[in-house]
Each structure stands twice: as structure tokens, then as C-alpha cells.
Nanobody, 115 residues
Framework: VQLQASGGGLVQAGGSLRLSCVAS????????MGWYRQAPGNQRDLVAS???????SYAESVKGRFTISRDNAKNTMYLQMNSLKPEDTAIYTC??????????WGQGTQVTVSS
């Protein structure tokens, strides 16, 4: 399974970005997908996750601002990020858990929010 993340960039505070993560190499549905982020000097933290059935969870810091979604037919996950803050600046990485094949990580995409 390969994960390809995209959609990062530079945005002003209050702006929006939409991240995408496409999973390829698997014909079966991936059970759980999630977005993690890591800022310089910090550990990598979970931002949001979504199951194949659509159940979601969010870090407290992004609730009400970020929305995670997925298209199972396309094995694609999205993260809509609104009302971005400078503290959201980080490298965002997607993760996928396949019930039979294991856990996979994509490459990161940089999100920079200027004040």
C-alpha cells in the first residue's frame, strides 16, 4: 500500500486548505485512515481519524475547524481545514491501517499558516 498526500501550502491565518491522501496498491477497503502532524521540536500527534464506516475522531485543538472525510471507492481521505491558526503549522502525514497488510505512512505535506 502506498499513500500519496497533497494539498499543503502557505495560507494566512483564518484561511482554509484541503489535504488529500490517496491510497494505492490495495483492492480491499482500508479500515482506518488518519492525519497526523508534527511541528518542529514537537512529537507527532493525531489530528483526526476516520473508519471505513465513517466514524470520526478529532484532536481537541481542531474540533469545529477541521473535517475529515473519505471516499472508500477511491481509497482517498480528505482533511478540510478551516479557520487556520499559526499553531496549525506543521508537516501533515497520512496513515492507513489495513486489516491484513498492516500500517502504512505517507510522505508529509507542509502546512504553513502565517499570522
Amino acid at each position: 500500500v502506498q499513500l500519496q498526500a497533497s494539498g499543503g501550502g502557505l495560507v494566512q491565518a483564518g484561511g482554509s486548505l484541503r489535504l488529500s491522501c490517496v491510497a494505492s496498491g490495495s483492492r480491499s477497503i482500508i479500515s482506518v485512515m488518519g492525519w497526523y502532524r508534527q511541528a518542529p521540536g514537537n512529537q507527532r500527534d493525531l489530528v483526526a481519524s476516520i473508519t471505513s464506516g465513517g466514524s470520526t475522531s478529532y484532536a481537541e485543538s481542531v474540533k469545529g475547524r477541521f473535517t475529515i472525510s473519505r471516499d472508500n471507492a477511491k481509497n482517498t481521505m480528505y482533511l478540510q481545514m478551516n479557520s487556520l491558526k499559526p499553531e496549525d503549522t506543521a508537516i501533515y502525514t497520512c496513515k492507513a491501517v489495513h486489516p491484513a497488510l498492516g500500517t502504512y505512512w505517507g510522505q508529509g505535506t507542509q502546512v504553513t499558516v502565517s499570522s
